[in-house]
């Protein structure tokens, strides 16, 4: 019995031995077969010496979205409505300078000739740069087919009732300069200026982005003000508003601290506040 046991231990040894071996050439063959399938594959990308190169995605680039005529049309459908005027406006964050406001009347008489051609290039005027603002602000201003008008308001307005209200001040006055009363209003942003009527008046948030007439306005509004900046720059060269147009750019904030705020910076902003001393001293130039 003992040796049929120690037979029997024996036995099962041999078979622990043998299952071990086998499991050890399962992995000997499937570590084998890997290696064969990955050599097999880097083979395969390997052509006259070189790597193939996996053929790239092509990503296409998001298009800017452009203004279209879509919101005036919708107003001209409007029977007796001819006159649609976009109105917005320029420098509501700089620290110096006015905020000023630009409206822009069309009509749809006007756009059937060359107008429409010539205006193919209209957009937001922040996404242009200075020189296609200025081209299409000149076109603005002379051609016969288009009503246009600028308000500025000045800092210490600004001081007086807040950055909100008078960018709103000069929205209206701007429509109300206009040489002929529009018949329907197109307002950059979501509110619409208190002393526009209401029931022609329609607020377009980013509605420079929307609508031509808009996107005009804020070409005349953005232009007339940089002009207007470059000539303040003249007057204060302590401060570089030629360059950064009153925005608060590190060069202009190292100029405010060194030099004190001039009578064109807005007083009630940060960080020109913190400078009450100066401000006396400049009240008193």
């Given at each position: 019995?003992?040796?049929?046991?120690?037979?029997?231990?024996?036995?099962?040894?041999?078979?622990?031995?043998?299952?071990n071996d086998t499991i050890k050439a399962r992995r000997s063959i499937?570590?084998?077969?890997?290696?064969?399938?990955?050599?097999?594959?880097?083979?395969?990308?390997?052509?006259?010496?070189?790597?193939?190169?996996?053929?790239?995605?092509?990503?296409?680039?998001?298009?800017?979205?452009?203004?279209?005529?879509?919101?005036?049309?919708?107003?001209?459908?409007?029977?007796?409505?001819?006159?649609?005027?976009?109105?917005d406006e320029a420098g509501r964050g700089p620290l110096a300078g006015?905020?000023?406001?630009?409206?822009?009347?069309?009509?749809?008489?006007?756009?059937?000739?060359?107008?429409?051609?010539?205006?193919?290039?209209?957009?937001?005027?922040?996404?242009?740069?200075?020189?296609?603002?200025?081209?299409?602000?000149?076109?603005?201003?002379?051609?016969?087919?288009?009503?246009?008008?600028?308000?500025?308001?000045?800092?210490?307005?600004?001081?007086?009732?807040?950055?909100?209200?008078?960018?709103?001040?000069?929205?209206?006055?701007?429509?109300?300069?206009?040489?002929?009363?529009?018949?329907?209003?197109?307002?950059?942003?979501?509110?619409?200026?208190?002393?526009?009527?209401?029931?022609?008046?329609?607020?377009?948030?980013?509605?420079?982005?929307?609508?031509?007439?808009?996107?005009?306005?804020?070409?005349?509004?953005?232009?007339?003000?940089?002009?207007?900046?470059?000539?303040?720059?003249?007057?204060?060269?302590?401060?570089?508003?030629?360059?950064?147009?009153?925005?608060?750019?590190?060069?202009?904030?190292?100029?405010?601290?060194?030099?004190?705020?001039?009578?064109?910076?807005?007083?009630?902003?940060?960080?020109?506040?913190?400078?009450?001393?100066?401000?006396?001293?400049?009240?008193?130039?």
């Amino acid at each position: 019995m003992a040796i049929t046991r120690q037979a029997s231990a024996a036995s099962n040894g041999i078979k622990l031995i043998l299952k071990n071996d086998t499991i050890k050439a399962r992995r000997s063959i499937a570590v084998s077969s890997s290696l064969s399938a990955s050599t097999k594959t880097k083979s395969s990308q390997v052509e006259g010496g070189k790597l193939e190169k996996k053929p790239k995605i092509s990503k296409k680039k998001a298009t800017k979205p452009t203004p279209t005529w879509e919101y005036e049309r919708r107003c001209w459908d409007i029977p007796g409505c001819g006159r649609v005027c976009g109105v917005d406006e320029a420098g509501r964050g700089p620290l110096a300078g006015p905020v000023v406001a630009g409206a822009c009347t069309f009509t749809q008489e006007a756009l059937k000739g060359e107008l429409g051609t010539v205006l193919s290039g209209l957009q937001d005027s922040k996404k242009l740069t200075e020189k296609q603002r200025e081209t299409l602000y000149e076109l603005l201003i002379v051609h016969p087919g288009i009503e246009w008008a600028a308000c500025v308001v000045g800092p210490r307005e600004i001081d007086a009732v807040n950055i909100l209200q008078a960018s709103l001040r000069a929205m209206e006055r701007a429509v109300t300069s206009l040489p002929f009363a529009p018949d329907a209003i197109l307002v950059d942003g979501n509110k619409v200026p208190p002393g526009l009527p209401l029931g022609i008046s329609q607020a377009v948030v980013k509605g420079d982005a929307k609508c031509n007439s808009v996107a005009a306005a804020s070409i005349i509004a953005k232009v007339t003000r940089d002009r207007l900046m470059v000539k303040l720059d003249c007057k204060f060269p302590l401060y570089g508003f030629g360059k950064h147009k009153g925005y608060g750019t590190v060069a202009h904030m190292e100029a405010i601290r060194k030099h004190g705020p001039c009578p064109d910076h807005r007083w009630s902003f940060a960080p020109v506040k913190d400078y009450p001393k100066l401000q006396e001293n400049v009240l008193s130039l």
